[in-house]
Protein backbone atom coordinates (compact mmCIF):
# COMPACT_ATOMS: atom_id res chain seq x y z
CA UNK A 1 0.00 0.00 0.00
CA UNK A 2 2.70 2.53 0.69
CA UNK A 3 3.14 4.87 -2.21
CA UNK A 4 -0.65 3.54 -3.53
CA UNK A 5 -2.53 6.40 -4.71
CA UNK A 6 -5.38 7.45 -2.40
CA UNK A 7 -7.99 10.00 -3.68
CA UNK A 8 -8.78 12.29 -0.85
CA UNK A 9 -12.12 14.04 -0.34
CA UNK A 10 -12.69 17.25 -1.54
CA UNK A 11 -13.44 20.04 0.59
CA UNK A 12 -17.14 20.98 0.47
CA UNK A 13 -18.35 24.20 0.11
CA UNK A 14 -16.76 26.59 3.19
CA UNK A 15 -16.03 23.10 5.12
CA UNK A 16 -12.41 23.84 5.25
CA UNK A 17 -13.13 27.41 6.96
CA UNK A 18 -14.93 26.21 9.89
CA UNK A 19 -13.20 25.75 13.44
CA UNK A 20 -14.20 24.52 16.58
CA UNK A 21 -12.71 24.43 20.05
CA UNK A 22 -10.26 21.80 20.50
CA UNK A 23 -9.36 21.83 17.00
CA UNK A 24 -5.72 20.56 16.83
CA UNK A 25 -2.74 22.55 14.66
CA UNK A 26 -2.80 20.77 11.08
CA UNK A 27 -6.64 19.51 11.68
CA UNK A 28 -9.50 20.05 8.76
CA UNK A 29 -12.55 20.03 8.21
CA UNK A 30 -12.63 18.09 5.24
CA UNK A 31 -17.16 17.26 5.51
CA UNK A 32 -19.66 18.78 6.97
CA UNK A 33 -23.15 16.48 7.08
CA UNK A 34 -25.64 18.93 7.57
CA UNK A 35 -29.21 17.83 9.12
CA UNK A 36 -28.09 14.55 11.55
CA UNK A 37 -29.78 13.01 13.90
CA UNK A 38 -27.54 10.79 17.00
CA UNK A 39 -29.58 8.23 18.32
CA UNK A 40 -29.39 7.84 22.48
CA UNK A 41 -31.05 4.67 24.14
CA UNK A 42 -30.81 6.31 27.28
CA UNK A 43 -33.52 8.57 27.63
CA UNK A 44 -34.94 7.58 24.03
CA UNK A 45 -34.39 10.65 22.20
CA UNK A 46 -32.83 11.86 18.75
CA UNK A 47 -30.37 14.90 19.40
CA UNK A 48 -30.14 17.03 15.66
CA UNK A 49 -26.82 18.43 15.21
CA UNK A 50 -24.50 18.19 12.30
CA UNK A 51 -20.88 15.53 11.31
CA UNK A 52 -17.89 17.11 10.73
CA UNK A 53 -15.38 14.40 9.32
CA UNK A 54 -11.58 16.05 9.44
CA UNK A 55 -8.60 14.35 8.89
CA UNK A 56 -7.81 13.21 12.67
CA UNK A 57 -11.70 12.70 14.32
CA UNK A 58 -15.46 12.41 13.72
CA UNK A 59 -17.23 15.40 15.74
CA UNK A 60 -21.08 16.00 16.38
CA UNK A 61 -21.72 19.34 17.02
CA UNK A 62 -25.38 20.18 18.62
CA UNK A 63 -26.18 23.83 18.26
CA UNK A 64 -26.16 25.62 21.90
CA UNK A 65 -28.69 25.60 23.88
CA UNK A 66 -30.61 22.71 21.70
CA UNK A 67 -28.70 19.86 24.19
CA UNK A 68 -30.96 18.02 26.94
CA UNK A 69 -30.03 18.48 30.31
CA UNK A 70 -29.47 14.97 31.27
CA UNK A 71 -27.31 14.65 28.22
CA UNK A 72 -24.89 17.48 29.18
CA UNK A 73 -22.65 15.04 30.35
CA UNK A 74 -21.96 13.64 26.54
CA UNK A 75 -20.14 17.42 25.91
CA UNK A 76 -17.96 17.18 29.06
CA UNK A 77 -16.81 14.05 28.55
CA UNK A 78 -16.29 14.68 24.64
CA UNK A 79 -18.30 11.25 23.77
CA UNK A 80 -19.39 13.12 20.32
CA UNK A 81 -15.47 13.53 19.42
CA UNK A 82 -14.28 9.77 17.82
CA UNK A 83 -10.67 10.19 16.47
CA UNK A 84 -10.40 8.18 13.50
CA UNK A 85 -7.67 5.68 15.27
CA UNK A 86 -10.79 4.66 17.87
CA UNK A 87 -13.35 3.15 15.24
CA UNK A 88 -12.85 -0.27 15.60
CA UNK A 89 -16.41 -1.23 13.18
CA UNK A 90 -18.33 0.97 11.22
CA UNK A 91 -21.38 0.28 9.40
CA UNK A 92 -24.15 1.65 7.36
CA UNK A 93 -27.83 0.65 6.60
CA UNK A 94 -30.67 2.81 4.60
CA UNK A 95 -34.40 1.98 5.70
CA UNK A 96 -37.49 3.71 4.88
CA UNK A 97 -39.28 5.75 7.90
CA UNK A 98 -43.19 5.54 8.51
CA UNK A 99 -43.80 8.30 6.59
CA UNK A 100 -41.63 7.00 3.59
CA UNK A 101 -38.60 9.14 3.50
CA UNK A 102 -34.90 7.36 2.90
CA UNK A 103 -32.50 7.48 6.05
CA UNK A 104 -29.21 6.34 5.85
CA UNK A 105 -27.61 5.25 9.60
CA UNK A 106 -24.12 5.34 10.47
CA UNK A 107 -23.22 2.87 13.24
CA UNK A 108 -19.71 3.24 14.71
CA UNK A 109 -18.19 0.90 17.49
CA UNK A 110 -15.35 2.56 18.57
CA UNK A 111 -12.41 0.66 20.43
CA UNK A 112 -13.04 2.33 24.32
CA UNK A 113 -16.79 0.86 23.96
CA UNK A 114 -18.99 3.97 22.41
CA UNK A 115 -21.39 3.42 20.05
CA UNK A 116 -22.77 5.96 18.02
CA UNK A 117 -25.77 5.88 15.71
CA UNK A 118 -26.05 9.30 13.01
CA UNK A 119 -28.72 9.11 10.77
CA UNK A 120 -28.38 10.94 7.88
CA UNK A 121 -31.07 12.33 5.43
CA UNK A 122 -29.02 11.90 2.39
CA UNK A 123 -26.99 9.48 0.36
CA UNK A 124 -24.06 11.91 -0.89
CA UNK A 125 -23.89 13.09 3.28
CA UNK A 126 -23.45 8.88 3.94
CA UNK A 127 -20.80 8.52 1.16
CA UNK A 128 -19.16 12.02 1.60
CA UNK A 129 -18.35 10.72 5.56
CA UNK A 130 -17.49 7.25 4.59
CA UNK A 131 -14.71 8.62 1.64
CA UNK A 132 -12.94 10.86 4.40
CA UNK A 133 -12.98 7.54 6.98
CA UNK A 134 -11.47 5.28 4.21
CA UNK A 135 -8.92 8.13 2.97
CA UNK A 136 -7.91 9.09 6.50
CA UNK A 137 -8.55 6.60 8.88
CA UNK A 138 -6.02 3.58 7.11
CA UNK A 139 -4.66 5.62 4.81
CA UNK A 140 -2.32 3.62 1.91
CA UNK A 141 0.32 6.48 2.19
CA UNK A 142 1.84 7.38 5.52
CA UNK A 143 2.29 10.90 5.08
CA UNK A 144 -1.24 10.91 4.37
CA UNK A 145 -1.35 9.80 8.55
CA UNK A 146 -2.29 12.89 11.25
CA UNK A 147 1.05 13.23 12.16
CA UNK A 148 2.42 13.76 9.24
CA UNK A 149 0.17 17.05 8.54
Sequence with gaps: FIGSATKLPSLGPSAGTIVFDDMLPGERVHVVATNCFLLVRNP???VGGRLLATNYRLKFQTPKGTLRE????????KYFDVPLGAIEELRESQ????AGALEFKLVMQTKDFRSLNVVMRSDEDCRSVLDVLSAFGTPGNPT????FR
Design 44 to 46: LCE
Design 95 to 98: STTT
Design 144 to 147: LLFA
Design 70 to 77: ELRWMLDA
